[in-house]
């Protein structure tokens, strides 16, 4: 963890200034459910980054002589007290490797791309851009980190804010978690995927159903921490692993039945921790199983490649080839746009 702590320390700054970045939401076909230490993911995860779902943060920053930390925090210009404690937090965990941030005063100001309420978590994108934001921050106080010593530093510090987040630093596919299946993969920051991606799954189509609105009942800090002690855990962490290995030539060769299999595996066995943990929940609505159900009787009836992943909540995303965007953009909308809360749903795509 060496190589993360800057190069910078505590002295006072007198400058001051603006920072700012884009990061977007990312979607996992592996897993990521069970962590240990701070942040440490107990089995590797692999993730579309996403392009439409996004966050813009703005982060402007001047001295500060208190040797607290000090923010105010804007979600569409609009004064959010209560994300202050998130953020705090999560500078605590990175000051070791941010000596400077108890020495400046900060205004962040964030938009994100899709609807608050929408169930879509904005901790993957949210986490992401601040860390972007602050890995150029020290870059103009001197940091001196070259565009791939910045990205790798802003994916381990994403890492500490939300595990997710560290994904969504790069484009594309996305490993985060160590694993012998792909080089340098690491616990602490995720990597570009390194291999091969056959055509079929570029410009992947990922369109969410937004089935249920609002905060889930359970969350995924909760979750996670229900995995500890969990009967089922330890053959879960080797299942995502296993998957993740046999997804590596499907990935290569394009294959979109064994694809299909894998991911909604890994979904389903997402789900059923929750259903299987102490205590036990389920984060399914009706309407997410009438829309599994309708993506099995469409795949039997027609061949065409529609699967679906969830992440932990109700919404579906469905997830097809860029090729058949006119056959299954047309079912979506006649079949499946039905099942979500006034027909909302984000068309999204990973490139
Ligand atoms: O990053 P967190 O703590 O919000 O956990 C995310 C967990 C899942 O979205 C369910 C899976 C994943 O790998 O993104």
Known sequence: MKEFKSKLNSEKYTISGIVSAKCPSNIALIKYWGKRDVQIPMNPSLSFTLNESNTQTELKFKPND??????????????????????????????????????FEFEINTHNTFPHSSGIASSASGMGALALCLTEMENQLGGNLSETERLKKASFLARLGSGSACRSVYQSITVWGETSAVESSSDLYAVPYPYEIHENFRNFQDTILLIEEGEKEVSSTVGHKLMEGHPYAERRFESAAENLKKLIPVLKEGN???????????????????????????????????VIEEIWRFRKETGLPLYFTLDAGANAHLL???????????????????????????KDFSI
């Open 320 to 346: 097809f080839p860029e090729k058949n965007k006119v056959e299954i953009g047309d079912f979506i909308d006649k079949s499946l746009k039905s099942y979500a809360k006034q027909g909302k749903m984000i």
């Open 66 to 103: 208190s040797g607290e930390f000090k923010l105010k925090v804007f979600l569409d210009n609009e004064l959010k007290p209560d994300f202050a404690p998130k953020i705090i937090t999560f500078f605590n965990r990175i000051e070791e490797f941010m000596p400077f941030l108890n020495r």
């Open 256 to 290: 979109l039945e064994e694809f299909g299999i894998i991911v909604e595996h890994e979904a389903l066995s997402l789900h059923a921790m929750m259903m299987t943990s102490n205590p036990y929940y389920i984060l399914m609505k009706p309407n997410t199983l009438y």
